[in-house]
């Protein structure tokens, strides 16, 4: 059972300007309380709140999560506001707001949904060995067609390996 609570939660997180996040009208209705609620309870202690915890939707961002059929399509014609979005802390900051048990017990639904997801992302990542390998292609394919960019790599590398001393300036007390 729970793994379909987290397979249900974790369809409701979606990327967007590059951090996992959550919409408001999702989390109004795993909350079980009402959209309009849910604002209110976060206008009303909006310093709990940062920009990178939560941020309203562009009208094209909006857009494509609906055309690509990543959130069911909701009846646009009666919505006045575009959606909230809200990051992982963000979620985390709700349930201080929405201060009922049944808030709490899926804020930490949610919460373990984020965590399966940041770890499933870290499994998928490669090996240090497949990333030396790829980078071993790659330098092979810029030696091969791209000179200029080989001349910077080679005189970035020898920056790292051996900075340029620098005189010193000034009296030296012995």
Same mark, same amino acid.
């Given at each position: 059972m729970k793994e379909k609570k987290n397979e249900l939660i974790s369809g409701m997180i979606y990327e967007i300007r590059g951090q996992k996040v959550m919409l408001d009208r999702d989390l109004a209705n795993l909350y079980d309380v009402e959209l309009r609620a849910l604002n209110q309870s976060v206008k009303r202690n909006i310093e709990r709140f940062p920009s990178d915890f939560m941020f309203k939707l562009t009208q094209n961002e909006w857009d494509f999560l609906r055309s690509q059929n990543v959130i069911a399509k909701v009846n646009t014609s009666k919505m006045r506001f575009l959606?909230?979005?809200?990051?992982?802390?963000?979620? /985390?900051?709700?349930?201080?707001? +929405?201060?009922?048990?049944? /808030?709490?017990e899926v804020? +930490?639904?949610?919460?373990? /949904?984020?965590?399966? @997801?940041?770890?499933?992302?870290?499994l998928q990542g490669g090996t240090s060995e497949q990333i030396a390998e790829?980078?071993? @292609?790659?330098m092979l394919y810029i030696e091969k067609n791209d000179k200029r960019v080989n001349d910077i790599i080679i005189a970035l590398n020898n920056l790292i390996e051996k900075p340029k001393e620098t005189k010193r300036i000034g009296f030296t007390v012995d």
């Open positions: 959606p909230y979005v809200f990051t992982e802390q963000g979620v /985390a900051m709700l349930s201080g707001v +929405i201060n009922s048990k049944w /808030a709490i804020n +930490i639904e949610i919460m373990r /949904a984020f965590v399966q @997801l940041r770890r499933y992302v870290l790829l980078r071993k @292609l790659l």
